[in-house]
C-alpha cells in the first residue's frame, strides 16, 4: 500500500498520543509530553515513511525509528526556544515559559536520551549504520547551531558561510531522516544517496522559506510572532544581502537599528522590513529557494523506483514549498 503524507502525518500523531511516560518524576516527563503534543508539521518522521514506503508497504514497522527523529527535533527546539528567548511555538507558550528555563534543558537533555532509546528499536542489522548517521547528523545540527550563534556577533558574515550554516542546522536532519528510511527499506546504496541530497536541497529551501516567513508570514497562520529574526539581529539571508546590496545610507540605517539597545521592537521591525522591500531582498529569497526546490527534484528522478511509487513523496514536498507556515 501507497501511503499519503496526511495518512502518515495521521499515523505519527496516534503514535506519539499513546506513548507511554511510566518513568518519575512527572515533572520531568509531562514538558516531553507537552511539546510532542502541542501539533507539528511531523516534517521528518513523514519524510523518512514517504522514503521507507518507496520501497515497502509496511511503514508501521519503522514507527520507533520515525518518532526518534521527531523527537530528537523537538529537542532542538527546546533548547532554540531558550537560546532565542522565544516565548511561543506553534502558537503556544514555549516550556521555559510555561515551566522555567531548568526544566526546559533538563527535559530537553532527556529527550535527547529518548531519542536514542526509540532509536535503537531498529532492526539488529541496520543498527550501526543507522546509529553511525544519526550521530554524524546530530553532531552537526550542534555545529550548525553554534555557527548561528557566533554570526550574531559578527557583521562579515557571507552567504556561502550562512548557506552551510544552514544546512547543517535544518537540512542534514531533513536528510538523515530520508536516508534512514531508505536503509531500513533495503534500498540500493545510490537510491540512499540520492534521497540524502534530496533531503539536503529541500532543506536548504525549507530554511530559507522560514527566514522569508519570519518577515513576510502571517502570525496567526505562522504560529509565532513575526520579526523574531530582525529582533535578535540573526544573520540570516535577508539581512546578509540586504548589506551587500545596500547604499550608504541603508547601511547606516540597517547599524542603527542592529545596534540599538532597547529599541522598540515593531519600530525596528518595520524599518528593516522596509529597507528589504526598497532593496528586494523579498524577491531574491524567494528565487533561491525555488532554485534549491528545482535543484532537489533530479535526485528524486534518479531513483530506481517507478513514477508511480514517487508520486506521494513528489505531491508532500510541493506542498512543504508553497507552505504559509
Not at 495518512?7 to 496516534?14: A, G, R, S, Y
Not at 532527556?110 to 531519542?115: D, E, F, K, R
Not at 535578535?232 to 548589506?243: Q, S, V
Not at 513523496?313 to 507552505?323: D, H, P, Q, S, W
Request: aromatic share 10%; hydrophobic share 40%; with cysteine.
Amino acid at each position: 500500500m501507497i501511503y499519503s503524507s496526511e495518512q502518515f502525518l495521521k499515523i505519527v500523531n496516534d503514535y506519539l498520543e499513546q506513548l507511554p511516560y511510566e518513568r518519575q518524576p512527572q515533572s520531568l516527563y509531562t514538558p516531553i509530553q507537552y511539546v510532542l503534543s502541542i501539533g507539528g508539521k511531523r516534517i521528518r518522521p513523514i519524510l523518512m515513511l514517504l522514503a521507507y514506503n518507496l520501497y515497502k508497504d509496511d511503514p508501521e514497522q519503522i514507527m520507533p525509528v520515525a518518532t526518534a527523529i521527531e523527537t530528537y527535533h523537538n529537542y532542538t527546539l527546546l533548547h532554540d526556544d531558550l537560546m532565542d528567548h522565544a516565548d511561543v511555538r506553534r502558537g503556544q507558550p514555549t516550556v521555559h515559559k510555561k515551566w522555567d528555563e531548568n526544566t526546559a534543558i533538563l527535559s530537553g537533555d532527556s529527550m535527547l536520551v529518548m531519542a536514542y532509546e526509540r532509536l535503537a528499536k531498529c532492526p539488529a542489522d541496520k543498527l550501526k549504520p543507522i546509529l553511525d548517521l544519526f550521530t554524524e547528523t546530530a553532531l552537526e545540527i550542534g555545529e550548525g547551531q553554534q555557527y548561528d550563534m557566533d554570526f550574531e556577533h559578527r557583521t562579515d558574515v557571507r552567504e556561502e558561510e550562512y548557506i552551510e550554516m544552514i544546512r547543517l542546522k535544518t537540512s542534514v536532519l531533513l536528510a538523515c531522516a530520508l536516508k534512514i528510511g531508505a536503509l531500513l527499506a533495503d534500498a540500493p546504496t545510490a537510491d540512499c544517496d540520492n534521497l540524502y541530497v534530496f533531503g539536503e536541497k529541500i532543506g536548504l529551501a525549507f530554511q530559507l522559506q522560514d527566514d522569508y516567513l519570519d518577515v513576510y508570514g502571517d502570525p496567526k497562520v505562522f504560529g509565532k510572532a513575526i520579526g523574531g529574526d530582525i529582533l535578535c539581529n540573526k544573520k540570516t539571508y535577508m539581512l546578509i544581502n540586504a548589506y551587500l546590496r545596500a547604499d550608504e545610507k541603508d547601511r547606516q540605517e540597517l547599524d542603527r537599528w542592529i545596534n540599538a539597545e532597547n529599541p522598540d521592537p515593531q519600530q525596528k521591525i518595520a524599518a528593516v522590513t522596509a529597507i528589504y522591500n526598497r532593496l528586494g531582498i523579498d524577491r531574491l529569497a524567494e528565487d533561491l529557494i525555488s532554485n534549491y526546490f528545482e535543484e532537489s527534484k533530479k535526485y528524486l528522478e534518479a531513483l530506481s523506483v517507478s513514477p508511480s511509487r514517487k508520486q506521494q513523496i513528489i505531491a508532500y514536498t510541493e506542498v512543504l514549498m508553497k507552505r504559509k507556515f
